[in-house]
């Protein structure tokens, strides 16, 4: 068997067993333990020495509390070397996306998988290169500068050893295994894909939803009416894997623009996902301009505030979305000339591309698809799918199959 979930699978049992508990967070000192390639790039995860000005590391902005997304409080990460550049994008959760693929258009030109909003990084290796060099996250200029810190950092000699970087390595491969350490952490690391949350146990049949977090699911699950398990996978796979809330698919919901974003100020600027700015191979896909990857809602009580442009801070408001985007456009956009200026994020020409499937699709004044009770149900569902970081991993295969709420 060699399929991703086993591959998967296999590196999971390996560092369960090589990983104390107590071994994680930024804050946290490593205990002694037997260096692993998971333990060495959660080291250089956690190490702000590898930034231009020492004051950030990846774990700066995808924190454990947090599912490995912002710190709880931030509207938008601030990153460069004074730690006062507002990035335009909120930091997802970097959880379950082991099994996530590099990004491909399928033959009806329908994006899939990639890493990051956009999808313009194939894998969490490439990935891993982008911050280490972007301007306004931990700002190095150049590789060579990057390579240059990583050799004095404490665990340099545990990564050439582990990773079998020869001594006369080029800052290229040097380079290139860090960004490997990083990926290699990122999935090997049980935080990442606990698979433990009370839906995981009710999956088991270990525990019973309240009776609003099941009419929770029911309203997710129901085609006319939440819709969110057609983009937020809610099912078991046919292989017994567990659902992770995502299929990893690119869609636009027409979010309000949001004033608080530095570079909004310039209402020239749009950041239209797939099609750029900050994605340059896609542009002439116009067709694809406001469309952003589907993330997971595991552990989305943990990672507000919401969506790609932080635009919703509560859960509660992020479903009210859902609910009222269309039935009540006051409520969400500005008034020009008197009349809700829908879609505001994206110039004109391209707002057919906003999605009009159900829970959306509804006129003005009409009854929404989601009633009040509905929203909160969905909260109360939303809210088990929170990982217990103190509760031993669970398979990422469901024990029994059977059990499906
Ligand atoms: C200043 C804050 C900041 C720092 C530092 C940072 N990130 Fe991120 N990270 C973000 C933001 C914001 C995004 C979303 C950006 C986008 O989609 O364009 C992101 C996206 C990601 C993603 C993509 C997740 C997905 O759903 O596809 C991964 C993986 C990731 N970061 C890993 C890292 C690693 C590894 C490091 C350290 C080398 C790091 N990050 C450093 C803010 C940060
Ligand atoms: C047509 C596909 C689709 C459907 C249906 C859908 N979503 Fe989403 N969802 C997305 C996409 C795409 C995003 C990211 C959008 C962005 O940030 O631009 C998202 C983001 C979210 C977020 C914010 C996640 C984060 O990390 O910031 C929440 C919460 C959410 N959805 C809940 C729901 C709920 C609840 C439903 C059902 C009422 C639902 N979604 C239905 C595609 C969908």
Request: with cysteine.
């Amino acid at each position: 068997m060699n399929t991703p979930l086993s591959r998967l699978f296999q590196v999971l049992a390996t560092a369960s067993v090589l990983h104390s508990p107590v071994a994680r967070g930024a804050t946290t000192p490593l205990p002694l333990q037997t260096p692993t390639r998971v333990t060495v790039g959660e080291q250089a995860f956690n190490d702000k020495s590898l930034s231009a000005a020492g004051n950030l590391a990846c774990a700066s902005c995808h924190t454990t509390a947090t599912a490995h997304a912002d710190p709880a409080g931030t509207f938008l990460p601030l990153g460069g070397p004074g730690l006062n550049q507002q990035g335009s994008r909120s930091s997802p959760s970097l959880a379950y996306l082991a099994t996530n693929k590099p990004f491909r258009l399928d033959v009806e030109g329908r994006p899939h998988g990639g890493f990051f909003w956009d999808g313009r990084s194939n894998t969490l290796r490439d990935q891993a290169g982008g911050p280490l060099l972007n301007p306004t996250e931990m700002a190095n200029t150049s590789m060579d500068e990057v390579v240059a810190r990583l050799a004095r950092a404490p665990y340099f000699a545990d990564f050439t050893r582990l990773y079998k970087v020869a001594p006369n390595a080029s800052n290229t491969v040097l380079f290139d295994t860090l960004r490997l350490a990083l990926a290699t952490y990122e999935t090997g690391d049980t935080d990442y894909q606990r698979f433990n949350s009370k839906f995981d146990r009710v999956l088991d049949g270990k525990a019973r939803f309240s009776v609003a977090e099941a009419r929770g699911l029911g309203v997710f699950n129901d085609a006319r009416k939440g819709n969110c398990a057609s983009c937020h996978t809610s099912a078991v796979g046919a292989d017994g894997s567990r659902p992770l809330f995502t299929n990893f698919t690119y869609h636009a919901l027409g979010l309000p623009r949001n004033k608080a974003i530095q570079a909004n100020r310039d209402p020239n600027f749009h950041d239209l996902g797939v099609c750029g700015p900050t994605r340059t191979d896609l542009t002439h896909r116009v067709d694809l301009c406001g469309k952003f990857k589907v993330p997971t809602l595991r552990n989305i009580a943990l990672t507000g505030p919401y969506f790609h442009n932080a635009t919703a801070s509560t859960l509660e408001q992020a479903i009210s979305f859902y609910a009222t985007r269309d039935t009540d456009p006051a409520r969400w956009y500005p008034l020009v000339n008197q009349r809700p200026d829908r879609f505001n994020d994206m110039p004109l020409g391209f707002r057919g591309n906003v999605t009009q499937t159900p829970p959306f699709g509804t006129l003005p004044g009409n009854k929404p698809r989601l009633t009040q009770q509905d929203t909160a149900d969905l909260a109360a569902f939303l809210r088990t799918l929170t990982d217990d970081v103190n509760a031993p991993a669970g398979s990422p295969l469901v024990a029994n199959p059977v059990q499906r709420p």
